[in-house]
């Protein structure tokens, strides 16, 4: 799946936040994008034959030292080009505009003057809102261009030269704080650019599959299914492509959530119909388990141990020659771009063993996570698979603290099936980025009916986030917090006391291991 098959417009990264949410809204004009460097050159760019180009924001002025540039000649391409915010200065400074420190920044909702529709503006209000966050100004711009609308503080605001089909925007038509944004931006790609809106989610579907089928052929494909979204949907993907070549593995580890094993079989084994091998592998992880307390130790242990079940079950499936992974076009990005620190050994489920020799099918590696969802449901998956909640590879073992039992595990289990019960029925599923249940290692006492209790608590965990990069408590309304408690405590044998985790992240984590 490739620029070969859709109008493609690639968003030249200055380093902003926004240039994957810029990409996602051209997506969401259903218009290819990806996101390549500014150190591209202008002949690397030619060579992927975009239908336009897009500068996204970037630091704060093109003035200070090493600020980004891009490589002049790209305005010679005969590309569209459009700039955003830092995007348009570096145009307007490379073109011979001027930016200037007028000691009038802009941040946040600001009123635009549409002076001339021009290409962008076509069919909208003359005054509008649109977000702002820069510092210097755009004070002319460049000769032989026009300026299309300007803000207090902007004389240049936004301009454009459409027979050379280059365009700058001080503001950030990709937030939602720009109303008419996506309009704008999909004047850009349709007019502009003359994209195609061809990038959807069944043409999706139909390129991928046909790419599968071509690249593994006859051979076999193997896939570790972990119960989460992106293996399911790699999955049904490149089951629809090649059927009974691929066998997946599903190794249940025994530190699944309450009924999840069962739904994993009962999805792709009977409703699917796909090969499944399911290894119920609880015991070994639980011996494996026994005195492990450390957190960094458990979750080596778990993925070592679980990639040895994973071979030795993939190992019996005769000449599979490629393994199927879930991979996201955020993963692609961040790791060609910057190693994140590493705060904990994360570790993916049907991670790829360094000794076997398989050839990888990476069905999602050019997509977004709710292009994924989409996918998903337009495969048939059930909803349930679809829409859940991220849930790390180690399970509930990096949810209970201090060493994995089996009876800690079920106690975990029945108060998280509570809380996903209680979020669901509250109708907060798609609101929160993640809600569960928390295990610690500690026991406090309590009194029932008219006995003393010395049981455990259980830790409610409930955040807000974009990208789990950040992420801040959920503020849950207090009659769910009381349910939830009331019910944890009836319900769940052993368990004495809830708390609510009001920790953001940072500092705090998601998880708490
Ligand atoms: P933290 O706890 O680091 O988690 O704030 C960020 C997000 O990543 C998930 N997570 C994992 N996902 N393998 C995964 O695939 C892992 O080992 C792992 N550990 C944490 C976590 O649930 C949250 O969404």
Redesign the pocket.
């Known amino acids: 799946m490739s620029e070969q098959h859709f109008d493609t417009v690639l968003v030249v990264d200055f380093g902003a936040q926004y240039a994957q949410l810029i990409a996602r809204r051209v997506r969401e004009a259903h218009v290819y994008s990806e996101i390549v460097p500014h150190t591209i050159s202008a002949q690397e760019l030619a060579a992927r034959q975009p239908a336009g180009v897009i500068f996204s924001g970037g630091p704060k002025s093109v003035h200070v030292e090493g600020a980004p540039r891009i490589d002049p000649a790209v305005y010679d391409l005969g590309v569209p080009i459009l700039g955003i915010c830092y995007g348009a200065q570096l145009i307007a400074l490379q073109l011979g505009g001027e930016v200037a420190d007028t000691g009038r920044g802009e941040y946040g909702k600001t009123d635009l003057e549409v002076l001339n529709e021009g290409v962008l503006f076509g069919g909208q209000p003359a005054r509008q809102q649109v977000w702002m966050s820069h510092f210097d100004s755009i004070t002319q711009a460049p000769p032989g261009f026009e300026t299309t609308a300007m803000t207090a503080a902007v004389p240049a605001a936004a301009f454009e030269d459409a027979d050379r089909g280059v365009y700058g925007v001080q503001f950030h038509p990709e937030v939602v704080h720009t109303p008419h944004g996506q309009d704008i931006l999909k004047h850009f790609l349709y007019d502009a650019c003359d994209a195609l809106p061809t990038w959807t989610m069944s043409s999706i579907i139909e390129t991928s599959v046909e790419a599968i089928r071509e690249q593994v052929g006859s051979g076999r494909a193997i896939c570790g299914l972990s119960g989460g979204v992106d293996s399911a949907v790699a999955a049904a993907l490149v089951h629809k492509a090649i059927g009974h070549q691929l066998t997946c593995v599903f190794v249940d580890t025994g530190l699944m959530r309450q009924g999840e094993g069962d739904q994993v079989v009962e999805t792709f084994q009977r409703h699917q119909g796909m090969e499944l091998i399911h290894v119920r592998a609880a015991d070994r992880f639980f011996e494996r388990l026994a005195g492990v307390t450390d957190p960094e130790e458990k ?1 080596k242990a778990i993925g070592e141990l679980f990639i040895r079940v994973f071979e030795d079950a993939s190992g019996g499936i005769e000449d599979a020659r490629f393994l199927v992974q879930g991979t996201l076009y955020p993963d692609v990005i961040e790791s060609g771009t910057s190693e994140a620190a590493r ?2 050994s ?4 049907g991670g790829l063993p360094e000794d076997m020799e398989f050839e990888l099918v990476e069905p999602l590696r050019n997509l977004f996570k709710d292009e994924v969802r989409r996918v998903g449901e337009e495969l048939g998956l059930p909803e349930e698979i679809v829409w859940r909640q ?5 399970g509930l073992g ?1 949810r209970i603290i201090g060493e994995v039992t089996p009876e800690k595990v079920a106690i975990l289990q029945q108060a998280d099936a509570i809380v996903r019960e209680e979020i669901r029925k509250a109708d907060l599923e798609r609101d929160i ?2 809600a569960f249940a928390v295990l610690p290692d500690i026991r406090s006492v309590g009194v029932m009916g008219d006995e003393r209790t010395y049981a455990h608590p259980i830790i409610i965990r409930a955040v807000t986030s974009e990208d ?1 990069m950040t ?1 801040d408590w959920a503020r849950l309304p207090y009659d769910l917090l009381e349910r939830l408690s009331s019910r944890i405590i009836n319900e769940v044998p052993g368990v004495n006391r809830v708390a609510y985790d009001i920790t953001s ?1 940072p500092p705090g ?3 708490w291991e």
């Open positions: 979750r705060i904990k994360h570790h993916n489920v991220p849930f790390p590879g180690p990096v980025w993640q789990a992420a992240k984590t998601i998880e």
